[in-house]
């Protein structure tokens, strides 16, 4: 879907694929892909809005490394896009891979292929996801807190704006895109929120005690910059008590899904244990 590498803009295209074909683990379209199988659809269906998910991840990575902001130089093992192609760029290639995302999921093809009602529902639901109300807000707070003391209930804003977001649209859309019942909607975006919390603090753990070859990545810069995280605030036991309870939450949240949610529990228990 993306445009090739080749062609007039081509340095700008290059950018754009260089972030999003560096590696990764692929984790939101997963999960957009396998909510639209528990709730009856195919995977298949909902490949433009995994596509999408991807685009819009990505975007949050260029602009999170910039200079400006957490200023990493490593992201998966490689160079990060500002340190290849220069800060211009990098947030160019950000803002296209934003813009496009939603281009795709709102093309003539994908509006084919499903009800109007829909499409309009995923588009909302991504467009929340990552806008001033939980991506860019969780960012915000996460650099202008930086140094400064905070509380519980701050970090914890941090954590679900910042990750959880954008994790609860993967599934609530991939469900919504394939015909889910709003039960089953719900269902998925409770998993969803409390499996993204869980996510951003193993992430938060990784920093303290992680490898950095294995994390491809520099570790212990939270500390260094003082990050708003839980294990900053309440230590690294709690920190880890924290994931599993957000996992347990999840993972009973798709209880009544039964074994239609087996591979989702997977992915609960994969989280919880991920060294990079």
């Known amino acids: 879907m993306l445009p090739q590498a080749d062609n007039e803009h081509s340095l700008l295209h290059r950018a754009m694929r260089y972030s999003i074909f560096a590696g990764g683990k692929r984790i939101r379209p997963i999960l957009a892909m396998e909510a ?28 999170d490394d910039l200079p400006a902001m957490d200023d990493d130089d490593l992201r998966r093992g490689k160079p990060t896009l500002h340190k290849v192609f220069g800060e211009a760029v990098a947030i160019l290639a950000g803002d296209a891979l934003l813009t496009f995302a939603f281009e ?23 467009a929340y996801a990552s806008g001033f109300r ?34 609860r649209a993967s599934l609530t859309c991939g469900a919504l895109l394939a015909g889910g019942s ?35 990545k520099a570790v212990r810069k939270d500390q260094q910059r003082g990050k708003a995280t839980f294990p900053g605030l309440l230590g690294i036991e709690i920190a880890r008590e924290m994931i599993q309870k957000h996992l347990s939450i999840a993972i009973e949240a798709i209880s009544p899904l039964g074994e239609k949610a087996a591979i989702l529990s997977k992915i609960g228990k994969y989280i919880g244990q991920r060294i990079n």
């Open 36 to 63: 639209a199988e528990v709730v009856g659809g195919s995977y298949k269906s909902v490949m433009t809005l995994a596509a999408a998910l991807e685009c819009v991840h990505t975007y949050s990575l260029i602009h």
């Open 104 to 126: 795709a999921i709102s093309s003539p093809t994908a509006a084919r292929a499903c009800r109007a009602e829909q499409l309009l529902g995923v588009i909302y639901e991504l």
């Open 134 to 167: 939980r991506l860019i807000k969780g960012q915000f707070l996460d650099i202008s807190s930086e140094g400064k003391p905070v509380d519980a209930e701050t970090v914890d804003c941090i954590v679900s704006s910042k990750t959880a977001a954008l994790i």
């Open 182 to 216: 709003a039960e089953e909607i719900e269902i998925l975006g409770c998993y969803g929120e409390n499996l993204g919390k869980a996510f951003q603090i193993r992430d938060d753990l990784l920093d303290i005690e992680g490898d950095p070859n294995k994390l491809g």
